[in-house]
């Protein structure tokens, strides 16, 4: 029988080429109890809708005609009626075990948000590119953090601490900075599988995107801050530590400067929307 509910929210702008892969592995998850899921598929112009209407119950579909993750993270959380309540990007995996063991981490009663393990894919050939991706996994801010993996959840206490999802391009910074660090979880139990960008120029872009959503919360939320204090620590040590990441270096910190200088010049221009690939913490 059923112990209660899990509901898990997908929103999709356009996702048809990748809706299919995700909702299957969602369906495969072992879970021990009702799962909702609710794609809201939101400006889009193409099959995206019917592709996840397909599949039938349980998944649900809400159709809006506005393209904004934020309208469409919203829509969904009105929709859902359980907690955990999961939040997943469109053209995210995930493996077999990780809704269960998503479930199993709230029952620690001191657990407010809960992230899975991460696996980050990159699929393109440009061996600098996969040695940046290779510094960038390893970094022990990156293996802590609860952002950057296609996937959070939450309990009825932490969503309790916010009205609704703002006009912010972090929505998973902004849930992340909600919690205390004492109230995140990142669970070993399962795992979501991540595609990183391609190309330097994507990474810049995606980069670049991600530093102007820290900054606009930083912004709109200043209060936030006390709960993300130890964003980049151990990061010197580490990598004094390991001398084989080195030579990855120079492009770690070129594109830190790259998105840092682009998002504090072109931020105040950038209205909350979509971008493939949106990954935090890159």
């Known amino acids: 029988m059923p112990m209660n509910?899990?509901?898990l929210v997908i929103p999709a702008h356009n996702e048809s080429a990748v809706i299919e892969r995700t909702l299957r592995s969602v369906l495969a998850s072992r879970l021990d109890r009702e799962l909702q899921v609710i794609v809201v598929a939101n400006g889009c112009t193409d099959d995206t809708a019917a592709k996840a209407g397909a599949f039938g119950p349980p998944v649900q579909v809400i159709q809006t005609a506005i393209g904004n993750k934020?309208?469409?993270l919203n829509l969904g959380d009105r929709a859902a009626r359980f907690f955990p309540r999961a939040f997943m990007d469109a053209d995210v995996e995930v493996s077999a075990g990780l809704l269960q063991a998503v479930a199993d981490a709230f029952a620690d009663g001191g657990c407010r948000l809960v992230a899975p393990d991460c696996r980050h894919v990159y699929g393109g050939w440009n061996p600098f590119l996969a040695?940046?991706?290779a510094l960038w996994r390893s970094m022990p801010y990156v293996r802590r953090d609860t952002t950057g993996r296609g996937f959070y959840a939450i309990d009825r206490e932490l969503r309790s601490r916010f009205e609704r999802f703002g006009p912010l391009l972090a929505d998973d910074r902004f849930v992340h900075n909600l919690a205390k660090p004492s109230e995140r979880r990142v669970v070993s139990g399962g795992h979501t599988t991540v595609r990183?960008?391609?190309?330097?120029?994507?990474?810049?872009?995606?980069?670049?995107?991600?530093?102007?959503?820290n900054l606009q919360l930083a912004?709109?939320?200043?209060?936030?801050?006390?709960n993300d204090q130890e964003k980049h620590g151990g990061a010197a040590g580490h990598l004094?530590?390991?001398p084989w990441l080195w030579p990855h270096?120079?492009?770690?910190l070129f594109v830190y400067w790259y998105s840092q200088r682009a998002a504090r010049r072109g931020g105040a221009q950038d209205a909350p929307g979509w971008e493939r690939a949106q990954r935090n913490g890159m």
């Open 5 to 7: 509910g899990f509901s």
């Open 70 to 72: 934020a309208e469409a």
């Open 131 to 133: 040695g940046y991706y």
């Open 196 to 213: 990183m960008p391609p190309t330097l120029r994507q990474l810049l872009r995606v980069k670049t995107r991600w530093t102007i959503g």
């Open 219 to 226: 912004r709109a939320r200043p209060d936030l801050s006390a």
């Open 240 to 242: 004094l530590m390991r």
């Open 249 to 252: 270096v120079p492009l770690f």
